[in-house]
């Protein structure tokens, strides 16, 4: 799987729109992004994932850039909910791609 | 939908011991995946399963460990005498389909503490 490079961490503000970038410069055309984020003392959660379009569903949007070298996930209202740790992963649609990969995500601290 | 599910959520043990973990996927879904994540790091792959076979086991995956899933359903993770090292949160995921597409759905984690 091709890597991804995340901010370590990143702060914002409750209610205020939130941008948290991802780069993938050796993504592959088969390549899907995935976000998942961790709350403190829980598993993994899926946020988000896309091809090539733009995506939104009711946690976050996310917007992959025209040569899909890198993409943003957006909280479009930050909530000190949405403190986590946010991880960016590439999964290929090819051969038997099973397992994620995971980096160091980026963490988010929301202040209220 | 309860989702995954792992029993339990903590473990304490001293070194030497042997420990398992047991993992309830959702329902209908027949992959079945084991990750372990240190503090401050992701997580890292241990073992897949389809349905009731052991497709993929990670090189972390060390000769003390061993993972079963009978009949496809729930899984266990076994640690045969465990070291202090291995003290980790030992997290559980299950999806309905594989490829670029995968969504993978995660238990809460059973937290091992090796003293």
């Known amino acids: 799987d091709a890597k991804t490079t995340q901010p370590n961490s990143m702060e914002s503000n409750e209610e205020e729109p939130v941008h948290l970038p991802c780069n993938h410069s050796?993504?592959?055309?088969?390549?899907?992004i995935h976000w998942y984020r961790q709350l403190p003392s829980q598993g993994p959660e899926y946020v988000i994932h896309g091809l090539t379009s733009n995506v939104n569903n009711r946690m976050a949007s996310l917007a992959i850039a025209e040569d899909r070298k890198s993409s943003t996930l957006i909280l479009h209202r930050a909530t000190l909910r949405d403190a986590a740790v946010y991880y960016c992963i590439l999964r290929s649609a090819a051969g038997n791609n099973r397992k994620l990969i995971w980096g160091l995500g980026t963490s988010l601290a929301v202040n209220p | 939908d309860t989702g995954v599910s792992q029993d339990p959520r903590h473990k304490i043990t001293k070194r030497g011991q042997n420990v398992t973990f047991r993992c309830d996927p959702i329902s209908e879904h027949n992959r079945l995946y084991w990750y372990r994540q240190t503090l401050g790091q992701g997580p890292e792959f241990l073992t897949y399963?389809?349905?009731?076979?052991?497709?993929?086991k990670s090189r972390l995956l060390s000769d003390r460990f061993s993972a079963e899933r009978p009949k496809g359903s729930f899984s266990t993770l076994e640690i045969q005498r465990t070291e202090q090292g291995d003290s980790a949160m030992y997290l559980c995921a299950s999806s309905s389909r594989g490829g670029g597409k995968n969504i993978q759905y995660f238990g809460a984690g059973t937290r091992l503490s090796v003293l």
């Open positions: 399963f389809q349905n009731e076979a052991q497709l993929e």
């Open positions: 050796t993504i592959s055309g088969t390549d899907y």
